[in-house]
């Protein structure tokens, strides 16, 4: 049994918390129970022999939720429910979300838990799970065995409308040539650190990585490590320390999450004692909205992306944490009813900023698609021009020393 | 619905970052060089300050684009765009040179304090706190208000200028007509000059600055006129303190090892009043820089980590933020506190690491600001890129040249 408020010992794949209070949100559903659960209690049973079997994940009555939910536990070569105080987890790691990987240590064994919605089943071992900074820089070789370049970037598209987003293509840099973009299924093998090709790599010779693109396709070394993200379940600003990705048993790579951890930052130093000390958090590909430029403009033009299936708060949370081009084109990618929804859960400062940058017309329809009393207080709200235009100095709400959270919003 | 156009209102909604950053870079540092510079060497090196506030204009002006057009802070771009190695190492020297440049500020702070009679171990921790209440339980608009208030004591020096009756002449004669001695000191004095009016700490700040007030890419016109100003102003400062000493020390063959010297030696050559407003200048100063350094440092720091820096949070869930701002306080502070320590080593050596990083850092900045994939449409043009270059190459010039007069000596 893990005692109330145990301290992780997150593995560098592992997320902070047991907070899988949360579970059962994929991409959309906003934030979890546990921002609300306070001292409730969730409890891990039926864990049983083998690796990768399945549990279930009750969250208590005094969360108002009810939630089950279905995880991994590696290993669970033995009978070990879990017990974990959900105010505590949340306090002490990632908050109001769950991810993927998880570990707790209970009787001094390593236990890995694995949120059956969001994480692929494949991935029942760390050997399972690929790291893109590991993966980049890795030997390319033709299918003669002969070395053609180095494995620079891999894309994907994030045009699927369903299921798990898999690696398309690979970009291959070359010494004295052009660079390869090779789709992944011309990859013949992938182990050791050597990826050889199975066909003429000549057929994949690109001019430049700009025109060879697909419009729903990112770049995730460009697009994705090392940018600035905005995690909508934690409701919060991370930056990308690594991309996980994980073999599927068809040979492909299939995007799991981003670390975002420190733990992760320290581990690409080489500072591996310091980083297996750090605390490890992650977050769900599911739940993250990219705001680096093709990232942003892409998950913004694609149906299926976390930013579409946010409800008002999550959309007040999001256009909060954006700066403030970015937020103008979420909202004016909402319909205007969806748009005077934000506005109204939003903070009137957010809502002002926002609604300033966007051109008179968009702003006018947003506007009249509020209820009339709100209708005609943005109205006289927007008609004067405020030296400071309503702009709030310090995105991270240092000033004044209060809160800015959607209204109603969990926190 | 709406009022655009460079407005009045317009323009104050923008001004700060620029203005800010700038002021600040008449730290008691960058006080101490201009004096010594205006002491030492009288008029002649005038032409040095111009070509830095030149290079203040250009360097300031992109890391405001930058952080515009990419909502993103400097250090946190240098990770995204060289990685978590050359960023770690970015961040660690400018965190290193941060502390000593923050010990430089409270040491104008307890420098100028003691001229009025006070000791430093009242002025200092006093210092320490106010600014840490300032910064961290104050309004912004406010604190912003009272910043730039402050920065109007750099008047001061403007007036102690005029006191000291300096030869206008002379002085136009060295701003446009460059001169220079090919010896060790000037060397070191041209570089200090170029390295403490083109701070990193100032850049970094400049940039999270821009991000935080939440600048569009449509205010860029007025936001360059924000950094001009701020740039221009923290040259005519400069140009001030260089003629006040030039007019009164120089002229009397009297040399200075701070500003603190350069205001008491002022009395008996400018009168009380110039001693005195030379010493308020100085305090203001400290007091400016010494807000923002801590904080600017917090916002690298915390960029580069990629957490919020959210001081509205409890402690727990802020607290590399907290940590950051706390130490780089405390150290500074209590550095200053150590009775006998050399801070003159101290503070050289922080000009010279302040000088080393400034090269990394602008070419960072020159290779984001030319990347269509971080910048877009605002990239810098071939020959943008050109202007930027051959001012990365004067500061690098001037290091080299530092560094092989001194391995000479």
Request: neutral net charge; contains cysteine; hydrophobic residues 50%.
């Amino acid at each position: 049994m893990l005692p109330d408020g145990e301290r992780n010992d997150a593995g560098p794949f592992a997320a902070a918390c047991t907070t899988i209070v949360g579970a059962g949100a994929g991409a959309g559903a906003g934030a979890g129970a546990g921002a609300g659960a306070g001292a409730a209690t969730v409890t891990v049973t039926g864990a049983g022999a083998g690796a990768g079997v399945a549990v279930t994940v009750t969250v208590g009555a005094a969360t108002g939720i009810g939630l089950s939910d279905a995880v991994w536990v590696e290993p669970a070569d033995e009978e070990h429910p879990a017990r974990v105080n959900a105010a505590s987890a949340t306090s002490q790691s990632c908050g109001r979300y769950r991810f993927s990987l998880m570990r707790r240590r209970i009787r001094g064994r390593p236990w890995r838990i694995l949120d059956a919605t969001t994480v692929p089943a494949g991935i029942r071992h760390a050997a399972d799970v690929l790291l893109l900074s590991r993966i980049t820089g890795q030997d390319v070789r033709g299918p003669d065995e002969q070395s053609l370049g180095r494995l620079v970037d891999l894309t994907v598209s994030l045009a699927e409308q369903n299921g798990p987003t898999h690696v398309d293509r690979m970009l291959v840099r070359r010494d004295g040539a052009r660079d390869l973009l090779v789709p992944w299924t011309a990859v013949r093998s992938y182990r050791h650190g050597i990826v050889t090709l199975a066909e003429n790599p000549d057929a994949f010779i690109i001019r430049s990585i700009a025109d060879a693109l697909q419009p729903d396709e990112i770049l995730l070394t460009r697009d994705v490590l090392d940018t600035q993200v905005v995690d909508i379940a934690g409701q919060r600003l991370a930056r990308v320390a690594d991309v996980v990705l994980t073999h599927t048993t068809d040979g492909r790579l299939e995007l799991v999450g981003a670390e975002v951890g420190f733990g992760a930052v320290l581990r690409r130093l080489g500072l591996t004692r310091l980083a297996a000390r750090a605390r490890a958090d992650a977050v769900a590909w599911t739940d993250l909205h990219l705001t680096s430029e093709r990232g942003h403009a892409v998950q913004l033009a694609t149906p299926r992306s976390a930013v579409h299936h946010l409800d008002a708060r999550g959309l007040a949370v999001l256009i909060s944490r954006l700066d403030t081009e970015s937020a103008t084109e979420v909202l004016a990618a909402k319909a205007p009813a969806v748009a005077a929804d934000v506005v109204r859960v939003s903070h009137p400062v957010t809502a002002e900023r926002v609604l300033r940058a966007m051109p008179d017309t968009a702003a006018a329809d947003i506007v009249a698609a509020m209820p009339a009393d709100h209708a005609a207080h943005w109205r006289t709200r927007l008609a004067h021009s405020p030296a400071l235009r309503g702009r709030r100095l310090l995105r991270s709400h240092v000033w004044p020393r209060r809160r800015h959270n959607p209204r109603g919003a969990n926190t | 619905m709406r009022r655009t156009g460079l407005t009045i209102g317009a323009l104050l909604a923008v001004v700060g970052p620029g203005l800010l950053a700038g002021l600040s870079d008449d730290d008691p540092a960058g006080i101490t060089t201009y004096s010594v510079l205006g002491a030492d060497h009288g008029y002649r090196l005038l032409w040095v300050l111009l070509l830095s506030t030149i290079a203040l204009v250009l360097f300031h002006g992109l890391a405001a684009r930058m952080g515009v057009v990419t909502g993103q802070g400097l250090i946190g771009l240098v990770r995204q765009r060289y990685g978590v190695r050359l960023g770690g190492a970015v961040l660690a020297t400018l965190v290193v040179a941060n502390v000593g440049t923050t010990c430089a500020e409270f040491a104008g702070v307890a420098a100028g304090f003691e001229i009025f009679g006070i000791t430093r171990y009242v002025s200092v921790p006093a210092a320490a706190a106010v600014v840490s209440l300032l910064v961290l339980r104050g309004s912004f608009h406010r604190v912003e208000h009272l910043l730039l208030l402050l920065s109007t004591v750099f008047l001061a020096y403007v007036a102690s200028g005029f006191l000291a009756h300096p030869d206008w002449g002379a002085a136009a004669e060295g701003l446009f007509v460059p001169t220079m001695p090919l010896d060790t000191d000037t060397i070191a004095i041209v570089t200090a000059t170029v390295g403490t009016t083109l701070a990193p700490w100032g850049l970094s700040f400049i940039q999270s600055y821009a991000v935080d007030k939440k600048l569009r890419t449509e205010d860029l016109a007025l936001e360059r006129i924000d950094v001009v100003t701020g740039a221009v102003l923290t040259g005519v400062i400069g140009f001030f303190v260089v003629v006040a000493c030039a007019a009164t020390l120089h002229r009397d063959g009297r040399s200075i090892a701070d500003a603190a010297d350069a205001a008491v030696a002022l009395q008996p050559l400018a009168g009380d009043a110039a001693s005195t407003l030379f010493a308020v200048g100085l305090i203001g100063a400290a007091l400016l820089a010494a807000s923002l350094l801590p904080l600017s440092t917090a916002y690298s720091v915390c960029e580069y980590v990629g957490v919020e820096a959210a001081l509205d949070d409890p402690y727990d869930e802020a607290k590399t933020f907290y940590l950051s701002f706390g130490l780089v306080t405390v150290l500074a502070a209590g550095v200053v506190l150590i009775p006998n320590v050399p801070l003159v080593t101290i503070l050289v050596a922080t000009q010279v690491l302040n000088a080393v990083l400034l090269i990394p850092l602008l070419l960072a900045m020159i290779g984001i600001g030319r990347d269509e994939d971080l910048m877009g449409r605002f990239a810098v043009g071939r020959s943008g890129t050109a202007v930027y270059g051959l001012t990365a190459a004067t500061v690098v010039l001037c290091v080299v040249a530092l560094g092989l007069t001194s391995l000479v000596a």
